[in-house]
C-alpha cells in the first residue's frame, strides 16, 4: 500500500509562490495515476491537478490552468505542485492521492498541508 506525505504549503502573499511536494512511501509510485485534491473550508475537496503515471498527460481545473504545474519523480517517488501567480481563493488544504482514470481520488488520505494566501 502507498503512503502519502504531503508537504510546502504555507502563508504567502497573493501573487506570490509556493511548490509543494508528495512524498511516497512504497516501490509502485510508479503504476499510478496520481492527484493532487484541495479542500476549503465549508467547500467539498476538488481536483486541482492530475498526472498519469509516466508524467506524459497532465489536467489542471479550470481555476489554476496556467498558473499550477504538475510533475512527478517516479526514480524519487514523489509528486509535485509548483503554484504560481496564487490567489486568496486558492487558500486550502491540499492533498495528493492516487487518481483513477477520470481523475477520482482513491485510497488512503495523508494530513494534507495548508497553503493560505493572504495580505
Known amino acids: 500500500q502507498v503512503q502519502l506525505v504531503e508537504s510546502g504549503g504555507g502563508l504567502v502573499q497573493p501573487g506570490g509562490s509556493l511548490r509543494l511536494s508528495c512524498a511516497a512511501s512504497?516501490?509502485?509510485?510508479?503504476?499510478?495515476?496520481m492527484g493532487w485534491y484541495r479542500q476549503a473550508p465549508g467547500k467539498q475537496r476538488e481536483l486541482v491537478a492530475g498526472?498519469?503515471?509516466?508524467?506524459?498527460?497532465?489536467n489542471y481545473a479550470d481555476s489554476v490552468r496556467g498558473r499550477f504545474t504538475i510533475s512527478r519523480d517516479n526514480a524519487k517517488n514523489t509528486m509535485y505542485l509548483q503554484m504560481n501567480s496564487l490567489k486568496p481563493e486558492d487558500t486550502a488544504v491540499y492533498y495528493c492521492?492516487?487518481?483513477?482514470?477520470?481523475?477520482?481520488?482513491?485510497?488512503?488520505w495523508g494530513q494534507g498541508t495548508q497553503v493560505t494566501v493572504s495580505s
Open positions: 492521492n492516487k487518481a483513477t482514470p477520470n481523475w477520482g481520488p482513491f485510497g488512503s
Open positions: 512504497g516501490s509502485i509510485f510508479n503504476i499510478y495515476a
Open positions: 498526472i498519469t503515471r509516466g508524467g506524459d498527460i497532465t
